[in-house]
């Protein structure tokens, strides 16, 4: 007989709380997963910009012409 993860009607009372135990703990790590993985993107489009910013110093300046401007 095969039981759910939370135990079913035969299962211990101990290995259902532990099963409750580690189902909490891993949501815990997921969720600190997600939020970890976010800050990281926060840093690359960080990086990103900065990086373009720095571009743009080096560009060099485009002088409009009168012909353009109507």
């Keep these: 007989m095969k039981l759910h993860i939370l135990g079913g009607q035969d299962a211990h009372p101990t290995k259902v709380i532990y099963n409750q135990a580690v189902e909490q703990i891993a949501n815990i790590v997921r969720r600190e997963a997600y939020i970890m993985a976010y800050n990281?993107?926060?840093?690359?489009?960080?990086?990103?910009?900065?990086?373009?910013?720095?571009?743009?110093?080096?560009?060099?300046?485009?002088?409009?012409t009168n012909a353009a401007a109507h």
């Excluded at 993107?41 to 485009?62: E, H, M």
């Design 40 to 64: 990281d993107c926060f840093y690359v489009i960080g990086f990103a910009l900065l990086l373009t910013g720095l571009a743009l110093l080096f560009c060099k300046k485009v002088k409009a």
